[in-house]
């Protein structure tokens, strides 16, 4: 009599047991916030200046993308037109005040030219503190 070899593929079932649970899909880790995702590249020297900006950063120190959120945040915070603390009004009664103020104090040998250029100057106020001023257009 020949022995008939039972075919492996018929077996399997009966061998291993069956499974109870099912494992699901694997995910990737849950998002940590709400918003839209961005996505840009960046070149080396970028990468670098914002690698240096981060190791100027206390402890604990952002990681890439908390730096590049945090410096949106500062340039378009820095960029927003602010109200003037003062109304116009106020603004124009103080300007007709330091004017008389000037001329009160001017030499009256000056020239009526130089005057004019040196009130006009003074009235503006020093080029350092109107470049820095963020309530008023450049």
């Known amino acids: 009599m020949s022995r008939v070899r039972p075919d492996p593929a018929n077996l399997v079932p009966w061998i291993m047991k069956k499974q ?3 494992p ?3 995910r990737a880790p849950a998002a940590t ?3 839209e995702p961005v996505v840009l590249r960046m070149k080396p020297p970028q990468l670098k200046a ?4 981060i190791s100027k950063q206390k402890p604990p120190f952002p990681s890439r993308p908390a730096a590049v959120r945090r410096l949106v945040d500062i340039a378009l915070s820095s960029s927003k037109r602010r109200e003037a603390p003062y109304p116009q009004k106020t603004v124009a009664k103080a300007r007709v005040l330091a004017s008389k103020a000037i001329d009160s104090l001017m030499d009256p040998a000056t020239p009526v030219d130089e005057k ?5 100057r003074l009235l503006k106020g020093p080029s350092d503190f109107r470049d820095v001023r963020v309530d008023r257009e450049k």
């Open 20 to 22: 109870t649970v099912i």
């Open 24 to 26: 699901g899909k694997r």
């Open 33 to 35: 916030g709400q918003g």
């Open 50 to 53: 914002l690698d240096d900006w």
């Open 116 to 120: 004019a250029a040196r009130k006009h």
